[in-house]
């Protein structure tokens, strides 16, 4: 396993993580790892059975049995099962994010997820989105990117993706929400968001989806 190629893309929300690793993954063939689905969905399974965001026991047990799989949907869409239940939509809401910032400041909720996550290291090659992919989870990878963009860019991005939903939202909310996750992500004691040393930063903040894929893809080529 330890041969198979890895790229991991981190960064704070709303940074574009999401998108340039779905894209990069389906030029390469490459499998795609969103760590933060898991996360996410161990904050809705807590939520639903009614269990604190800070019990760190029971938040433990959750992520260790989490009963997930991920299934090819409609229209290039991965469909997220938990216990038996479609939650690809659930677990998008930015409640369900700032229940995932929650969980994850939880050290028995990573320590349980850490292990599933490197189960995704398969051939022909992995693309790893999330906070710690980098330095963490595949700290050996060959190419690490660090995704940026201002808090007002990243919310503004958040508000176009709503009203293409049909949902109003209100720009400075979100701004807000942000800034709140990126606190809560930053200044947490395991595995904090912030770039690996050997990451390549790039601020996205005036760059649009396709730069930043080429940027990306040039680093790729030098490696691979
Ligand atoms: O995964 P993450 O939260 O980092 O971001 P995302 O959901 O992939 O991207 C947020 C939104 O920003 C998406 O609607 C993208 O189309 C848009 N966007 C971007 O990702 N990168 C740019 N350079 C410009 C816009
Ligand atoms: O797409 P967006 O950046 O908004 O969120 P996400 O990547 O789905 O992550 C949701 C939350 O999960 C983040 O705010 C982090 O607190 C946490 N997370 C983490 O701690 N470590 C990861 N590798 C991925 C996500």
Not at 161 to 177: E, H, S
């Amino acid at each position: 396993r330890e041969n198979v190629p890895i790229i991991t893309i981190d960064g704070p929300a709303g940074s574009g993580k999401g998108t340039i690793s779905q894209s990069i993954a389906t030029k390469l063939g490459w499998n795609l790892l969103d760590s933060g689905a898991l996360y996410r969905l161990v904050g809705l399974a807590a939520t639903i059975k009614g269990i604190a965001l800070d019990d760190e026991v029971a938040l433990s047990v959750i992520a260790r049995d989490l009963d997930v799989s991920f299934k090819p949907g409609d229209s290039g869409i991965v469909d997220i099962i938990l216990d038996n239940n479609l939650v690809t939509d659930d677990i998008r809401t930015e409640e369900a994010g700032a229940s995932a910032s929650k969980v994850a400041a939880v050290s028995g909720v990573r320590k349980a997820l850490l292990e599933r996550q490197r189960q995704f290291q398969t051939d022909p090659g992995l693309v790893a989105d999330g906070r710690d992919m980098g330095t963490v989870v595949f700290p050996t990878a060959k190419i690490k990117i660090f995704l940026t963009a201002s808090a007002e860019i990243r919310a503004e991005r958040r508000l176009n993706q709503l009203k293409q939903q049909g949902i109003n939202a209100n720009l400075r909310g979100l701004i807000r929400d942000i800034e709140e996750r990126d606190a809560r992500d930053t200044n947490r004691k395991d595995a904090p968001l912030i770039p690996a040393e050997d990451a390549i930063i790039i601020d996205t903040s005036t760059m649009s989806i396709d730069e930043v894929v080429n940027t990306v893809m040039e680093a790729v080529e030098k490696v691979y």
